[in-house]
């Protein structure tokens, strides 16, 4: 059974559903909306470690990309969250991809050269095939709201587009 957030309401389409404990298709758009941001932060730290860590000009036009993108749906998903009167509201997956990224940073850290484009590359079409079936097949049948579904929707696109740039720099590497 749905119950309505404290911000019903003003905006009249914000929902949320028991939790079940770990489940992604149990979370309420503002908790989607966590984990969307979130990892579209962590994106960008990748990118900018890319562009301190790298020499190669793919590598360095990639994370240009991600950083550009990343920060524009950001600013798009804040914007709609100011005018629905909603907040984002942090949650198990989004602390779990901070968690996992803190580690992954640290990993790529250590790494230089090629060993750090090719390990960036791979995670980057790892990162947006992840993202990809989670945006489509979890998040989108599942949000309520029909603003937020298509600014997902619209995001989706753009990860497929990364998807296909991450598959043609990873093959380029190897």
Known sequence: MKKLLAGLAVVGLFFTTPTFANDPAAL???EIAHVAYTADVLDIRYAHLALAKSTNSEIHKFAKTMIRD????????????????A????????????????ALIAKFSALSGSEFDVAYAENELAYHKAVIDLVGNVFIPNIDNAEV???FEEGLKIFIAH???????VKALK
């Open 28 to 30: 309420s758009d503002v």
């Open 70 to 85: 990343h920060e524009a749906i950001n600013e798009q998903a804040l914007a709609l969250l100011e005018k629905l009167g």
């Open 87 to 102: 907040s984002a509201k942090d949650n198990f997956l989004s602390q779990k991809l901070n968690q996992d990224g803190e």
């Open 149 to 151: 579904k298509a600014l």
């Open 163 to 169: 998807e296909t740039h991450a598959e043609m720099m």
